[in-house]
């Protein structure tokens, strides 16, 4: 079962990510002097620079050099667009990281066609070829020391959204999207095959709109909600959230 950490306010949460973080780094880096991460987008960014970059005391102790970041969905839009998560990533952390950057896996964003993620005009071979190049890059055996994830309000993550197709992919390590529910349609994300070969996965949600998606994740035992097949997928989950988003529900929490 995942386990639940909350603090009351948003940078007690950053605080307690870097702890997490930084944890599963240097046992990463004791094990074998690389650490592979996964982030995602929406406010990820904000909570790793609070945690990472601008606390001073975690700040010291990031072996940025030592990292290498993998995305867990990316949207098909060049770099630099506002919707890339790896754009993202680079205005909210990296840009800020004074010394040796880590190692940052984008998408080929030379195999881009069509405009900002939309259908019409984009070369769906091309498209594959993405998500064939971005599997490829994967460590050999999947496995990726730290996988942080989001959790949107309709239970979706990575850009795995609850009765879609991708949630029964066995095979496929990173698939392509074409229809995500959520704008831009065209994305990569990882499958439940990589997520299951994880070191360790954490999913980070705030504010009370969460309150009802957490509630179902964790109350409904026959909930199929994609965060909810994460956390049975046998791999060691914990979750960071602050007060707000447990408003109203009855669910085992405690102080990381
Ligand atoms: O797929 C997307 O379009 C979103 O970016 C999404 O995956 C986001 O990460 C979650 O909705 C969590 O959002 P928050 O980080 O803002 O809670």
Redesign the pocket.
Known sequence: MAQIYTSATSPEVAQSVAAFVLKHQDEALAKSGTFKIAV?????GKVLKAGLVDNAAAAGKVQWDKWEVFFS?ERLVPLDHADSNYGLLQESVLKYITGAKPKVHTIDASLLTGKDGQLEGADEAKDEAIARAYADILPQDLKVDLVLL????DG??C?LFPGHALLKETEKTIALIRDSP?PPPRRISFTFPVLAKAGAIAF???GEG?APVIDQIFNDKLSQLPCKLVNDLGVPVAWFVNDAALTGISVPASKY
Not at 150 to 153: A, D, E, L, R, T
């Open positions: 995602s987008g929406g406010s990820m969905d989001g959790c949107g309000p979706h993550t850009s959520k980070i949600a705030e969460k």
